[in-house]
């Protein structure tokens, strides 16, 4: 069982409007959870709405403007709602590294799979390795339309 899915999109934009993007509550609405429940800063645990799929809390745990952001949350738990440090879950990181001007490479990687129940981390790490490859096609268009 793989524990780490990573993918990595060039996106057109500054690393500065990308980060913003992953890392401001009120953009990143606009490509991936429908909602946010709370204060969207490290040491907080706001929660993601996703619609008719749920809402799932996630433990803001770094951010290093322009570069760096992170949470953990419970992956395949649709409705989880508590403390994510609690129970076994995995770890999402964007990087963000310029490539050339107005361009940069964002890199994601969701680790900690392994920590998960049997009876979960085979079916999370599947719905998450496709669901990202959406998500960061969703992230990649949001910067078509602004």
């Known amino acids: 069982m793989q524990d780490i899915i990573q993918r990595e999109i060039i996106i057109n934009a500054s690393q500065q ?3 913003a993007a992953i890392a401001d509550a009120q953009q990143v609405v606009k490509w991936f959870p429908e909602t946010i429940e709370g204060n ?3 040491g907080d645990q706001p929660i993601f709405g996703f619609g008719e799929h749920g ?3 996630v433990a803001i745990v770094d951010a290093k403007p322009f ?4 949470y953990r949350w419970v992956p395949g738990a649709n409705n989880f ?6 129970v076994p879950h995995t770890l999402v990181e964007f990087n963000i590294k ?3 001007e107005n361009s940069c490479k964002v890199t994601l990687t969701e680790s900690g799979f392994s920590s998960l129940s049997v009876e979960m981390k ?3 790490f599947e719905q998450n390795s496709g669901g990202w ?3 960061l096609g969703c992230l990649a268009n949001y910067f078509t339309a602004v």
């Open 17 to 19: 409007r990308i980060y």
């Open 40 to 42: 969207y800063e490290v």
């Open 55 to 57: 809402r799932n809390q």
């Open 67 to 70: 570069e760096y952001f992170a």
């Open 81 to 86: 709602i508590g403390d994510v440090m609690s």
């Open 98 to 100: 310029w490539e050339s």
């Open 122 to 124: 085979q079916a999370a």
């Open 133 to 135: 490859d959406f998500m």
